[in-house]
Antibody
Framework: QVQLVESGGGLVKPGGSLRLSCAAS????????MSWIRQAPGKGLEWVSY????????NYADSVKGRFTISRDNAKNSLYLQMNSLRAEDTAVYYC????????????WGQGTLVTVSS | NFMLTQPHSVSESPGKTVTISCTRS????????VQWYQQRPGSAPTTVIY?????PSGVPDRFSGSIDSSSNSASLTISGLKTEDEADYYC?????????FGGGTKLTVL
């Protein structure tokens, strides 16, 4: 069965950096687009970024463009999110999500990792 | 960029039918597929409807989706409500450069 396990969340000061990782299993990782979606405490879902199966294409929400970088390692079945210049408003649970390629539909979600940006 | 607007909350009794709307602010609702996700407290979202009206395997046929071009909106209808349907529901769509979620609707089954 599909499993997505996020790691790397934690407490970071404003302006700091953090790298999230996601270990995928139960499907052919290299065949699928992958995404990061976040949810601030008590708030709704916000799409952050997605990456194509071969890493040739990436897309970002305006709120993180220029600060966050999505990447993947198909040999390690892993997805990453490098987050720089973090702000208080980036505080959220970050979900690693498999996309139902070629559709823009999120069919499997990890349990999420909490990122808290606070001084 | 477009927005998807949902009612903040809806409530209905067990056994009844409820419909949650999702209105697209600009661009045609029919131009890109709409998905619906259910999120129970403390859990990650799961898909209940994809591509406007398709149900993933395992989702009961009490859940249905539709789009209405005249109102530029999508709808999620849940019939025969059960207490286990109490959750937050989010619509989602996209265009050439963005993925957009609605703000979410809290469904209370009382």
């Amino acid at each position: 069965q599909v499993q997505l396990v996020e790691s790397g969340g934690g407490l970071v000061k404003p302006g700091g950096s953090l790298r999230l990782s996601c270990a995928a299993s139960g499907f052919t990782f290299s065949d699928y687009y992958m995404s990061w979606i976040r949810q601030a405490p008590g708030k709704g879902l916000e799409w952050v970024s997605y990456i194509s199966s071969s890493s040739s294409y990436t897309n970002y929400a305006d709120s993180v463009k220029g600060r966050f970088t999505i990447s993947r390692d198909n040999a390690k079945n892993s997805l990453y999110l490098q987050m720089n210049s973090l702000r208080a408003e980036d505080t959220a649970v970050y979900y690693c999500v498999k996309m139902a390629t070629p559709r823009i539909h999120f069919d499997y979600w990890g349990q999420g990792t909490l990122v808290t940006v606070s001084s | 960029n477009f927005m998807l607007t949902q009612p903040h909350s809806v409530s209905e009794s067990p056994g009844k039918t409820v419909t949650i709307s999702c209105t697209r602010s600009s661009g045609s609702i029919a131009s890109n597929y709409v998905q619906w996700y259910q999120q129970r407290p403390g859990s990650a979202p799961t898909t209940v409807i994809y591509e406007d009206n398709q149900r993933p395997s395992g989702v009961p046929d009490r859940f249905s989706g539709s789009i209405d071009s005249s109102s530029n909106s999508a709808s999620l209808t849940i019939s025969g409500l059960k207490t286990e349907d109490e959750a937050d529901y989010y619509c989602q769509s996209y265009d050439s450069s963005n993925v957009v979620f609605g703000g979410g609707t809290k469904l209370t089954v009382l």
